[in-house]
């Protein structure tokens, strides 16, 4: 701990205290918002890994990432938005040097990084998983397997934890300068992920057109995969509007380092980061069905213990690997609007 006039430092977390005054009313803002956040965030997000961990269907490489993405959204709500609420009223009510004694700051600032970077990281990975999906077409299934996503997701927890770990070595200034470099890279790989996914769609659709002979089922297919594709996309849509102010003050922090009108900047850009952990499980219900449904079921069976709908029997792991779910409708088979392909040469409609 260091008292130097109107700056204290606790670890790689600096103090203005006049820059804090000048910034008050965003500070307020920041707690308020983020106050409000942190119980539905873990609430939505818990609600996803129990449909997803307890629906056999829903065990498959696609919906793997989306577990990962809810389980870092869910810990956002859980560890980060406490801690960063309390972080930031120990700034505004002159308790810096108690709670950095129980670590209060530290841990507030690494699991925001810590656990953003792991949803981003998992975002890019999604989009590159959709883009495989359609150009790999049935060798899918052999190149993105179960042990090989689970492999991926280990590394991104890790370069999360690599990343946020920077701010032990690197000045603030320096540190915004490589998270914005690389959200910058992130955003430009999934940009032409998406851009490379949908010319192939536009390919084999193309192709069907002009084959009246095509299998009823691979029509189905690629329909399927136009969806999730659409849904993955609505998911990227959302996070670049959570994320591009805080990475509009990545940039401004990098140029001109902290100062009061950053200060304010990135409080007010914060809770945005945040609220995307709480609106990412409503998205998937809206946009995922197969998820909707195992979410409305695992509800339903948690408050008046009963299941709303028949689906397979619950595993509990990721080591099932069955993608055809029976339609509620009249038995035909459905797809999962985030599994991967499979072919269904001897099944008939």
Not at 87 to 100: G, H, L, P, V
Not at 196 to 219: D, E, G, P, V
Not at 314 to 340: I, R
Request: glycine share 4%; proline share 3%; with cysteine.
């Amino acid at each position: 701990m260091e008292n130097r006039t109107n700056i204290k430092v606790c670890m790689f977390v600096q103090l203005d205290k006049a820059a804090v005054q000048d910034a008050y009313a965003s500070y307020i803002a920041n707690i308020v918002l983020n106050s409000s956040l942190a119980l539905p965030t873990i609430i939505f997000n818990f609600i996803v890994l129990g449909a997803i961990w307890k629906t056999t269907s829903l065990h498959t490489p696609s919906n793997m990432l989306i577990f990962s993405l809810a389980l870092s959204d869910f810990l956002i709500g859980a560890i980060t938005e406490p801690f960063y609420v309390a972080y930031k009223a120990s700034e505004i009510n002159d308790k810096f040097d108690e709670y950095c004694e129980i670590g209060i700051q530290v841990v507030a600032l690494f699991f925001i990084y810590f656990l953003a970077a792991v949803s981003f990281a998992t975002l890019t990975v999604m989009s590159i998983d959709r883009y495989l999906a359609i150009h790999l077409g049935m060798r899918y299934r052999l190149v993105v397997t179960p042990s090989r996503v689970a492999k991926t997701l280990v590394l991104l927890w890790l370069f999360g934890i690599l990343l946020s770990s920077l701010q032990l070595f690197l000045a603030p200034k320096m540190f915004s300068r490589v998270a914005s470099l690389l959200m910058a890279l992130f955003l430009a790989i999934m940009c032409f992920a998406y851009i490379k996914a949908f010319r192939a769609l536009k390919q084999h659709q193309s192709q069907m057109a002009s084959n009246a002979s095509q299998s009823y089922m691979s029509k189905i297919r690629i329909e399927k995969f136009r969806r999730t594709l659409y849904a993955v996309l609505y998911i990227l849509g959302l996070i670049l509007l959570c994320y591009v102010p805080h990475f509009c003050v990545f940039i401004a922090i990098s140029a001109t380092g902290l100062n009061s009108a950053t200060r304010a900047a990135k409080n007010l850009a914060n809770p945005f980061v945040l609220a995307n952990s709480c609106l990412n499980p409503p998205l998937y219900w809206w946009k995922i069905k197969e998820i909707r449904r195992a979410c409305r079921n695992v509800f339903c069976k948690t408050f008046s213990g009963r299941d709303n709908y028949s689906t397979t029997s619950d595993n509990g792991v990721f080591g099932n690997n069955k993608m055809a779910t029976q339609s509620s409708s009249g038995g035909a088979l459905e797809l999962s609007l985030v599994a991967e392909p499979k072919v269904y040469a001897d099944k008939k409609l």
